[in-house]
């Protein structure tokens, strides 16, 4: 069974090209936007199979992705890893989760579902990233960091060890990150500030 790709994108092309490394023949993308014809030669439909498939939702957004997977649970998801990763035996990463070229993820991680583990992305050992969670290029997270689920850790941000960042926060580029951040906030900064909290 071919897959699926969710979201005709840049950030789509990205998956294509890890699932093309992995030897996954990729069916169709699938985009809501009709203007969509194909994308790096695969055909873009309009419509969501109703039956079965293998899907990866290839959409960098946190929120819209945790929709499409609450809308379409009858999916069977996939999880795509590039070859050009260092990640510990002892890690686990869960369906649905693509981790992009050079991340390094080391022991007793675990990764949840939805996940975006994106370039040069660095995970120590003992984290917990939680569901559609978003770890940007170049983020670094110590040991025992705690990410909750639908954060966005932003390009190059700097989680110090043992700190707990809520759920739904935005951790802005480049921020460095030293306490505990509650739900909902949106942290820039170095050290890392709250400007804003849902």
Not at 29 to 56: A, C, G, M, Q
Not at 121 to 129: E, F, L, R
């Amino acid at each position: 069974m071919g897959l699926y790709l969710y979201g005709a994108s840049g950030h789509g092309k990205v998956i294509a090209e890890i699932a093309e490394e992995n030897n996954q023949s990729i069916t169709a993308f699938i985009d809501v936007d009709k203007s969509k014809r194909s994308v790096l030669d695969y055909k873009v439909i309009h419509e969501v199979p109703n039956h079965t498939v293998n899907l990866i939702v290839s959409i960098g957004n946190n929120t819209i992705r945790k929709k499409i997977v609450d809308e379409n649970r009858h999916f069977a998801y996939n999880t795509l890893i590039h070859s050009n990763t260092s990640i510990s035996k002892r890690s686990t990463i869960n369906e649905g989760t693509v981790v992009m070229a050079g991340v390094s993820i080391n022991s007793d991680t675990k990764i949840g579902k939805h996940c975006i583990i994106n370039t040069n992305a660095s995970i120590d050992h003992d984290c917990v990233i939680d569901d559609f969670v978003h770890i940007s290029p170049n983020a670094a997270l110590a040991g025992n960091v705690e990410i909750g689920e639908g954060s966005h850790i932003g390009i190059g941000a700097c989680i110090i060890q043992g700190i707990k960042v809520g759920k739904w926060c935005t951790i802005g580029a480049g921020a460095v990150i030293i306490k505990d951040i509650p739900d909902g906030a949106t942290v820039v900064g170095n050290p890392g500030r709250i400007i804003k909290q849902k």
